[in-house]
Antibody, heavy 120, light 110 residues
């Protein structure tokens, strides 16, 4: 059974770059036709899809964040990563990673989430 | 403001039937399936309904989904206290080429 686990700094200064990693266990990140997504949720608010990377390496990003987001994959470590540049307090949120696929185009499973606070 | 519109709250007493709506557009629910996620307090969202009306294994048949035109609905019958959670609808937006979520509905079991 595939499991996802987010990791990274819990505190980032304004204007800096937020970097998170999602480690995939129980299966290979490069096998099958899967999308690996990042989704975030500010405290007390709803979910926002940030973007995804396909097994082949192609990416899709939320247009509202596209200019600041990069998602990449490291198959040797069975991980995929998120970089969000020029962060502000509005980027403070719980960040989740999740898997979907072409055949099963829904988010399942999800990681447990990691809180990132943007503050000086 | 979310691309998909949900009521911010819903409530019911144990045993009642509750419906949560999700309103979209021709580029969202009008062309694509709706998905529903349940988020219990302090936990990650969990898939509750896929392809508008399909339940993953393990989800009780008290939960049902439907879609009509540009809207989708989630119905919960025989309401139980453990159903108290936030519920989110989601779909692919063909115009944005992005996944979009509703703002979420907080369900309270009175």
């Amino acid at each position: 059974q595939v499991q996802l686990q987010e990791s990274g700094p819990g505190l980032v200064k304004p204007s800096q770059t937020l970097s998170l990693t999602c480690t995939v266990s129980g299966g290979s990140i490069s096998s099958g036709s899967y999308y690996w997504s990042w989704i975030r949720q500010p405290a007390g608010k709803g979910l926002e899809w940030i973007g995804r990377i396909y097994t082949s390496g192609s990416t899709n990003y939320n247009p509202s964040l596209k200019s600041r987001v990069t998602i990449s994959v490291d198959t040797s470590k069975n991980q995929f990563s998120l970089k969000l540049t020029s962060v502000t307090a509005a980027d403070t949120a719980v960040y989740y990673c999740a898997r979907s696929s072409i055949a099963e185009d829904w988010f399942d499973p999800w990681g447990q989430g990691t809180l990132v606070t943007v503050s000086s | 403001q979310s691309v998909l519109t949900q009521p911010p709250s819903a409530s019911g007493t144990p045993g009642q039937r509750v419906t949560i709506s999700c309103s979209g557009s021709s580029s969202t629910i009008g062309r694509n399936y709706a998905y529903w996620y349940q988020q219990l307090p302090g936990t990650a969202p969990k898939l509750l309904m896929y392809k508008s009306n399909q339940r993953p294994s393990g989800v009780p048949d008290r939960f049902s989904g439907s879609k009509s035109g540009t809207s989708a609905s989630l119905a919960i019958s025989g309401l139980r206290s453990e159903d108290e959670a936030d519920y989110y609808c989601a779909t692919w937006d063909d115009s944005l080429s992005a996944w979009v979520f509703g703002g979420g509905t907080k369900l309270t079991v009175l």
